[in-house]
T-cell receptor
Framework: GQNIDQPTEMTATEGAIVQINCTYQ??????LFWYQQHAGEAPTFLSY????GLEEKGRFSSFLSRSKGYSYLLLKELQMKDSASYLC????????????FGTGTKLQVIP | NAGVTQTPKFRVLKTGQSMTLLCAQD?????MYWYRQDPGMGLRLIHY???????AKGEVPDGYNVSRLKKQNFLLGLESAAPSQTSVYFC???????????????FGPGTRLTVL
């Protein structure tokens, strides 16, 4: 099975940088997703890491260490609209795209 | 393209009533999923489908049934609703990229179900 751990809540200041960590223990691993979910809305895809290292996409970057079972999402130049929950999700192995989601980190951006 | 749509958006049921949630996608995706999301629990997989005519159980399948008669539609049924099924239900779809890229899931807007 999969066990995914991420902080429940974080607060950061507009314009700052914030790092949201995710650790996982899995019986099989293909890759790791990050999704953003605004309150009352559906999750939307942010990033996908398969190999170790940092993937940068605009203000958002995602890092993966497969050997350590660790990932983080880095948000730069925070904006008020970045206030949302960020879901870490692990894609396992096994013939279809089985994804296990963490409980999410609720980020509040304050002025 | 509408992406993934869900019907209805809101519903209130009494204990013991039945209902069907409809999910439709216009992206020709092979895989479709039903999740429920509860506070502090995250998204949990109820049932999924890897193609037309095939369905399988996820993490929390009890009390639910599904059908995938057409590739673009995935139905979730509650035969006898219980208060424990009060939740937000999300449908999602994805396709297989053959390892060439991300197989991200595209989510519908959700159905907010209350069972009294």
């Amino acid at each position: 099975g999969q066990n995914i751990d991420q902080p429940t809540e974080m607060t950061a200041t507009e314009g700052a940088i914030v790092q949201i960590n995710c650790t996982y223990q899995t019986s099989g691993f293909n890759g790791l997703f990050w999704y953003q979910q605004h309150a009352g809305e559906a999750p939307t895809f942010l990033s996908y890491n398969v190999l170790d290292g940092l993937e940068e996409k605009g203000r958002f970057s995602s890092f993966l260490s497969r050997s350590k079972g660790y990932s983080y999402l880095l948000l730069k130049e925070l904006q008020m609209k970045d206030s949302a929950s960020y879901l870490c999700a692990v894609e396992g192995q096994g013939g279809y795209q089985k994804v296990t989601f963490g409980t999410g980190t609720k980020l509040q951006v304050i002025p | 393209n509408a992406g993934v749509t869900q019907t209805p958006k809101f519903r209130v049921l009494k204990t013991g009533q039945s209902m069907t949630l409809l999910c439709a996608q216009d992206m020709n995706h092979e895989y479709m999923y039903w999740y429920r999301q509860d506070p502090g629990m995250g998204l949990r997989l109820i049932h999924y489908s890897v193609g037309e005519g095939t369905t399988a159980k996820g993490e929390v399948p009890d009390g639910y049934n599904v059908s995938r008669l057409k590739k673009q539609n995935f139905l979730l049924g509650l035969e006898s609703a219980a208060p424990s099924q009060t939740s937000v239900y999300f449908c999602a779809s994805s396709t297989w990229t053959g390892g060439l890229g991300s197989n991200e899931q595209f989510f519908g807007p959700g159905t907010r179900l209350t069972v009294l």
